[in-house]
């Protein structure tokens, strides 16, 4: 797992590595200026004339030790500097004064036109309103230029904390980000800004200063190397999945679900649904069924589903009527083994908000953003203001994970968060959910704990999306293809387990 931090929570990081450690700060922006350097020759953003197009602050300062060093290296490179003179940091003062000693160029005006390359280091991980002025002009500027961009450590105009936007923001091709990674470089729709990120080693570590606020992390695809199948297993060792899905006329969902968690390595899989979708499960004779009708007991039918099961997970096409919520109350009240609650299931919970609360299994929710408002009462548009903070309370309050799905899917167990970094566009498409609920639990079943059981399917389950994209198109994917790209990716896992 990466770790990912906020705006203050960097420059605390940064305070205290000069404060505490000693290290100083001229010395960290040397590594910063040569690491944006490095970066931008390695990937080719070096070719023709170059502007750096700084602020007053450090992280212009950054700019200006970086216009230096590229002069030095031979490299055709102007610094305009938009910031006041009166309100410039000591730091970039210094930087002024060695920079004028080696007599690097400063203009007072530009003219993109000039240049092949821009290097946008305005401002830094400290912004908090929104671009006005020559700042916002410099910024639109840049974004007309027609010019390769590199961002010295995060994109002008947005914000460190949640990926919104300033007012503008300058759409980097590079970003070059020093230490961590920002949430606001990893969230929507900053995330669409960046350009590719290249996180740099400058002397600032994590580990050796706790971070007083919830810790954030990012989960990609080497992360799933994580899941590991035992080679002495069985289907009863790789788990038992009880899944409560599908109702008259709806099949696909539950087919889905199924599918994907037998396809992410559970043992064995029973889905109770109604007796009209016996025949239709012919084309799946891996998963064995327990039907119901009107005349069914079905507090009977879930306990006995429970005894026999490892996990246990209800949603996917199951409706909102009378029998989905006395199935869904009967869960609650006797489930013990992991819980997975997901699509219609959520819908019904604001019934069962307390027994949620009180269920004796850890309880796994994974709604979408509508489902999240509906359960919550909160504002779609007030949880893509601050989505790490909110699904944090959320999932405190529920005592439950939470699994927050959009662009970029948010996990949160009440105390750390976890932000996907997989996936793209194409899996908005229906069934996406049901494949992820059945993801996770597929993990579960093979006794990977809840809380790593969500974050892993969730990347697991957007990794397959992306494997998908690259073979169907976005556009053309469909979400029974995922569950093709789940084999291949595990399968992938196994080749490089077996040469490690």
């Known amino acids: ?57 450090n992280n212009g300062a950054d700019g200006v030790a970086a216009a230096r060093i590229l002069t030095l290296r031979g490299y055709k490179a102007d610094v305009c500097i938009l910031g006041n003179p009166e309100h410039f940091t000591q730091e970039m003062k ?55 961009v590199a961002a010295v450590d995060i994109p002008s105009g947005i914000c460190a904390d949640t990926g919104k936007i ?91 679900s199924g599918l994907a968690a037998m396809r992410a390595g559970a043992g064995m899989l029973k889905i109770c649904t109604r007796k009209e979708n016996r025949q239709l499960f012919s084309c799946f004779p891996e998963a064995m069924l327990l039907t119901y009708d009107d005349e069914t007991d079905l507090k009977a039918a879930v306990r006995e ?93 529920y005592r439950a994970i939470m699994v927050c799905k959009d662009a970029r899917t948010i996990v949160s167990d009440g105390t750390c968060c976890w932000i996907n970094l997989s996936g793209n566009d194409g899996m908005a498409t229906a069934g996406s959910g049901d494949v992820l609920t059945g993801t996770i639990l597929g993990l579960l079943a093979q006794k990977i704990m809840p809380r790593e059981a969500a974050v892993l399917g969730v990347c697991l389950h957007g990794c397959a999306g992306d494997r998908t994209a690259k073979v169907k198109g976005r556009a053309g994917m469909l979400a029974g293809d995922m569950i093709q790209g789940i084999s291949e990716i595990l399968c992938s896992l196994e080749g490089k387990e077996g040469k490690s």
């Open 305 to 397: 589903g429970l005894a026999w099961a490892d996990t246990a997970g209800m949603g996917p096409g199951v409706g909102t009527g009378l029998q989905a919520q006395i199935l869904l109350k009967t869960l609650l009240e006797e489930c013990t083994c992991p819980l997975v609650l997901d699509a219609d299931a959520i819908n019904i919970l604001p019934k069962y908000k307390e027994k949620l609360k009180k269920c004796r299994a850890q309880v796994i929710l994974t709604p979408h953003l509508g489902e999240f408002s509906r359960l919550t009462d909160i504002e779609i548009s007030a949880w893509k203001e601050d989505p790490v903070r909110i699904t944090r309370e959320a999932a405190k309050e």
């Open 166 to 256: 300033l007012g503008d923001a300058v759409k980097a091709d590079l970003t070059v980000t020093f230490a961590y990674k920002k949430a606001g470089m990893c969230l929507y729709p900053g995330a669409a800004y960046t350009g590719k990120i290249i996180t740099a080693d400058i002397g600032i570590y994590r580990h050796t200063f706790p971070l007083s606020d919830t810790e954030v992390f990012a989960c990609g695809q080497e992360d799933l190397r994580k899941i590991k199948r035992n080679p002495s297993g069985n289907k009863g060792s790789f788990g038992k999945i009880f899944l409560i899905a599908g109702s008259r006329d709806i099949f696909g969902a539950a087919y889905l």
């Open 94 to 148: 210094k930087q002024i004064e060695i920079a004028e000693k080696y007599g690097i160029s400063f203009v007072k005006t530009y003219q993109c036109s000039e240049y092949t390359t821009i290097v946008d280091s305005l401002l830094g991980v400290g912004l908090s309103r929104n671009l006005e002025g020559k700042y916002k002009k410099a910024v639109e500027d840049i974004n007309k230029s027609g010019c390769r």
């Open 1 to 57: 797992m990466e770790q990912i931090v906020s705006g203050s929570q960097m420059k605390a990081l940064d305070k205290a590595t000069i404060d505490e450690m000693g290290i100083p700060s001229l010395v960290l922006m040397e590594r910063a200026a040569l690491s944006v350097c490095d970066a931008m020759e390695k990937e080719g953003f070096l070719s023709g004339k170059i502007l750096l197009l700084c602020g007053g602050g």
